[in-house]
Nanobody
Framework: QVQFVESGGGSVQPGGSLRLICAAS????????MGWYRQAPGKQRELVAD???????DYADSVKGRFTISRDNAQRTVYLQMNGLKPEDTAVYYC??????????????WGQGTQVTVSS
């Protein structure tokens, strides 16, 4: 069984910063692509950023230059540093990861989500 535990969400004023953390636990042999998604009320879930096993990254145009995704494979953790937050960044943020388990099977897992609210 694999679990993702997300933390770091909260309420900030425009221009503020938050750091989201997603920690994976369980019978994990390898972590492949990890990503952060978000879903605002009334909108579809969208990709914010992902980071591949080799360390390369990809960002949504709306967050380029403001958000930074990183990973620590030894700690089985992925981070999202969010700077210059805007009201339109308000959403529930979800961690997603592709894992190879100890028995060799590969699955995609999602975290439970953490709320980010940007408001003055």
């Amino acid at each position: 069984q694999v679990q993702f535990v997300e933390s770091g969400g909260g309420s900030v004023q425009p221009g503020g910063s938050l750091r989201l953390i997603c920690a994976a636990s369980g019978s994990i042999a390898s972590m492949y692509t990890m990503g952060w998604y978000r879903q605002a009320p009334g909108k579809q879930r969208e990709l914010v950023a992902d980071i591949f096993s080799g360390g390369s990254t990809d960002y949504a145009d709306s967050v380029k230059g403001r958000f930074t995704i990183s990973r620590d494979n030894a700690q089985r953790t992925v981070y999202l540093q969010m700077n210059g937050l805007k009201p339109e960044d308000t959403a529930v943020y979800y961690c997603r990861g592709r894992m190879r388990l100890s028995d060799g099977t590969i699955y995609d897992y999602w975290g439970q989500g953490t709320q980010v609210t940007v408001s003055s």
